[in-house]
């Protein structure tokens, strides 16, 4: 079982980039998917979530009207596309699998809660 994140990189402010989270060894039919990030001395966040079906997201809004989510099952692929990124966007980004993240509690980060799958992170750095 394995979540791969992909796309991470640097890129300036203003700037445009899309991760990709892959899952293989299991579906993510069952299981929403979160994206969370956690920047050096910082807490972790909850950036953005989507439901199993994707008739339900959140966004946290530090990153609302910015950021995008999306879902392709057949590809067992979640994606973050990212759009006018700011200094602050500056992260490691996981890509998280679980049937809970399907509420703003989950999906914000603030449980401690132990989900289920985590990848092991890409770096976004935004910088000049």
């Known amino acids: 079982v394995q979540i791969e994140e992909a796309g991470g990189g640097l890129v300036q402010p203003g700037g445009s980039m899309r991760l990709s989270c892959k899952a293989s060894g299991f579906t993510i039919d069952y299981y929403s998917i979160g994206w969370f990030r956690q920047a050096p001395g910082k807490r972790r966040e909850g950036v953005s979530c989507i439901s199993r079906n994707g008739d339900w997201t959140y966004y946290s809004d530090s990153v609302k009207g910015r950021f995008l989510i999306s879902r392709d099952n057949a590809t067992n692929t979640v994606y973050l596309q990212m759009n006018n990124l700011k200094s602050e966007d500056t992260a490691v980004y996981y890509c998280?699998?679980?049937?809970?993240?399907?509420?703003?509690?989950?999906?914000?980060?603030?449980?401690?809660?132990?989900?289920?799958?985590w990848g092991q992170g890409t770096q976004v750095t935004v910088s000049p």
């Open positions: 998280v699998a679980d049937p809970l993240l399907k509420t703003v509690y989950y999906c914000s980060g603030r449980s401690d809660y132990e989900y289920d799958y």
